[in-house]
């Protein structure tokens, strides 16, 4: 018995140690118990309360209905003359019978202090939300995709008008067509450009690892990962647009939760249970064929339907050589430096398998090689170089008349080809007007090393 009622005197000191007003009722109603803290809140003292019904002494009282649905009631506000406070409230069990009901009271300048905090710490969020906004601003427009021939500006108008919608866009090119270029240009032109612009190279990161870059992880998802978990690629890109650059490398099992997240418009970090409502533009990009990817069940038709929705084939330079000399001059804006009409002509006849990325490091190794600030043949990169020579050896010297002649054939075979074209019916032409059999035409153009 001693025992007891020790016990009874440590639960007493807890309860009048506890920082926060505490009331107890028992299942009939009755005030069993109330701290000082209470009597500080609410102006009620012990002896005005202990052994009544709570309802006769405080008739509004809400407690006592606990009792009845049995169920937790958080954050009522009460009011009691001068003082404002916030009531949580709870039953008491015992082997699942109510024996009682506890409610817990909180002043409102306590509450107030803790709203205050909260406030603080939403303002920091919002301002580090700002912060990571500015840095994923999208930095190209428009006015910076250089080129004038119909074909680029055909690019251009197109990509203005799906600008302004909400659309999934695809865009697909070789290497270094300006696939990223556009993708900012065309979040800068939508109404999205106040928001972020969130980058992700698919095929720079391992599918597990872009997963939890996408998706982030609720804290202790992993026992590998950071405690505090993660905040996901979509969610910083809400309300924005989130790039997602070379997707043909995404993995089959990711391109499924991309599929959801993209008809759902919703998404669960990993390890988390809710899940999050978002709004996230997604702009993609390849230089792969999806088409044939997804033949060989190797992109997801579902997803392939879903991200192309508008499709911008952006043309690589050779299909838009007449735009080389424009770009060549942006490059060489701000530069002192010229470059020779011939090495134009030159840089207008080459191929460029890596685009327009090729050109400007082109444009930028010649920078870097000249010294009197002419640009000539004689600074451009190698292998540039040998392809003019390998296939127009116009700035090669001639040692005999037999090499003239064979230039000249080779020139001439070139030229009429050029016209004809080289399928087989351009072929005949090309021999007849030059005035040869077809398979003499066939014999020059392997002797001269004229390929196709
Ligand atoms: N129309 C353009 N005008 C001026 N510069 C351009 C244009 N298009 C691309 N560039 C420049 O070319 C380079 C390559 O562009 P970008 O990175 O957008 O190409 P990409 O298609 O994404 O290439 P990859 O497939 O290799 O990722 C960049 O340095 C960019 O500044
Ligand atoms: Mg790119």
Redesign the pocket.
């Known amino acids: 018995m001693q025992k007891e009622s020790e016990k009874i005197g440590w639960l007493e000191g807890i309860i009048e140690a506890v920082h926060d007003g505490i009331l107890v009722i028992d299942q009939d109603g009755i005030v069993q118990l109330i701290n000082e803290e209470y009597t500080n809140i609410t102006g009620v003292r012990k002896e005005q309360i202990i052994g009544k019904p709570l309802i006769d002494v405080r008739p509004g009282a809400v407690l006592p209905s606990v009792l009845k649905t049995g169920k937790v009631k958080e954050g009522v506000f009460r009011k009691e003359k001068e003082m404002e406070y916030v009531v949580d409230m709870a039953p008491i069990y015992e082997n699942y019978d109510i024996i009682g009901a506890v409610s817990v009271c909180k002043s409102i300048p306590e509450v107030y202090e803790l709203s205050m905090e909260l406030r603080k710490s939403k303002q920091r969020v919002s301002q580090l939300e700002k912060a990571v906004g500015r840095i994923h601003q999208a930095r190209y427009t428009f006015s910076?995709?250089?080129?004038n021939t119909p074909l680029f500006k055909k690019m251009i108008h197109q990509a203005k008008k799906i600008a302004a919608s909400n659309l999934s866009i695809l865009i697909t090119?070789e290497?270094?067509?300006?696939?990223?270029?556009f993708a900012q240009a065309i979040h800068q032109e939508s109404t999205r450009n106040d928001q972020p612009f969130i980058p992700v190279n698919c095929a720079a990161i391992p599918g597990s690892l872009l997963e939890s870059e996408l998706f982030g992880y609720e804290e202790g998802a992993f026992t590998s990962s950071k405690r505090e978990g993660k905040i996901g690629l979509f969610e910083l890109a809400n309300n924005g647009t989130l790039f997602l650059?070379e997707i043909g490398d995404m993995t089959l099992e990711l391109q499924a939760k991309l599929l959801r997240v993209l008809q759902e418009g919703t998404f669960r970090k990993i390890g988390g249970l809710k899940e999050k409502q978002i709004d996230v533009r997604i702009i993609a990009?390849t230089?792969k064929d999806l088409q044939s990817m997804v033949q060989k069940e190797r992109f997801r038709e579902d997803l392939f339907y879903r991200i192309n929705t508008v499709q911008l084939r952006l043309p690589s330079l050779r299909e838009r050589r007449g735009d080389i000399p424009e770009?060549i001059a942006?490059f060489l804006r701000n530069q002192k430096f010229q470059i020779e009409e011939d090495v134009i002509d030159i840089l207008m006849q080459y191929d460029w398998p890596g685009n327009?990325?090729e050109l400007?490091n082109t444009i930028h190794y010649a920078i870097n090689m000249t010294d009197n600030g002419t640009i000539t043949l004689e600074h451009l990169p190698e292998t540039i170089k040998n392809s003019f020579i390998l296939h127009k050896t116009k700035f090669k010297t001639p040692q005999s008349l037999e090499e003239i002649i064979k230039e000249t054939e080779r020139n001439v075979i070139m030229e009429t080809l050029k016209e004809t074209g080289i399928s087989v019916k351009g072929k005949k032409a090309a021999a007849r007007k030059l005035g040869i059999s077809l398979a003499s035409l066939y014999n020059k153009m392997a002797k001269l090393h004229i390929n196709k």
């Open positions: 910076d995709l250089i080129g090119g290497s270094g067509t300006g696939k990223e270029l650059d990009a230089n770009i942006y327009i990325r400007k």
